[in-house]
T-cell receptor
């Protein structure tokens, strides 16, 4: 238990569906992250929020839409996804975002997404 | 571009020592992390190096050479539960740069 929770843990959706992934951290951290983990590929950083402001958007397609209403909650809204978007989506948080050990990231258990 | 290389798989025997290497080429360097990830689970933090040298934490140690763009994770007295993927990640690009992960090294510990 790392103090970062994600729901749902598993999700199956069609290409025309709209769904949302939720992440919550109970660590009092200021930065939150979304990652995509596909088989045999490195973790890919998607979005970074620092103090609720989006700091990084790594050329992620617009069918993925993040939302960070406060420092403890992070959402990833999904719409019109493609089968190649099937992956494990991991949320993480860190105390700060600034290139030191305080940026050690703590990961949630992930949402296993399957797009049919 | 940014690049991290680690071996894809390694096998070792229970009780032995194993060294997992990581080399990186990045535009800037601001720290290197090692994470452990068991199958189907989230990555968990193992170590952080920003200065050259060896950091020891119990059975795990991590080494960094910034001039060589090289790090290793050393696991001693291997246990079956150490079977997992080990991810090397580099923070680059200045104080608010990105974090890039390697593909991970899958370690199998055999009796």
């Amino acid at each position: 238990e790392t103090g970062v929770t994600q729901t749902p843990r598993h999700l199956v959706m069609g290409m025309t569906n709209k769904k949302s992934l939720k992440c919550e951290q109970h660590l009092g951290h200021n930065a939150m992250y979304w990652y995509k983990q596909s088989a045999k590929k490195p973790l890919e950083l998607m979005f970074v929020y620092n103090f609720k402001e989006q700091t990084e958007n790594n050329s992620v397609p617009s069918r993925f839409s993040p939302e960070c209403p406060n420092s403890s909650h992070l959402f990833l809204h999904l719409h019109t996804l493609q089968p190649e978007d099937s992956a494990l989506y991991l949320c993480a948080s860190s105390q700060d975002y600034g290139g030191s050990q305080s940026e050690t990231q703590y990961f949630g258990p992930g949402t296993r997404l399957l797009v049919l | 571009g940014q690049n991290i290389d680690q071996p894809t798989e390694m096998t070792a025997t229970e009780g032995a020592i194993v060294q997992i290497n990581c080399t990186y080429q990045t535009s800037g360097f601001n720290g290197l992390f090692w994470y452990q990830q068991h199958a189907g689970e989230a990555p968990t933090f193992l170590s952080y190096n920003v200065l050259d040298g060896l950091e020891e934490k119990g059975r795990f140690s991590s080494f960094l050479s910034r001039s060589k763009g090289y790090s290793y994770l050393l696991l001693k007295e291997l246990q079956m539960k150490d079977s997992a993927s080990y991810l090397c990640a580099v923070k680059y690009g200045g104080s608010q740069g990105n974090l890039i992960f390697g593909k991970g090294t899958k370690l199998s510990v055999k009796p």
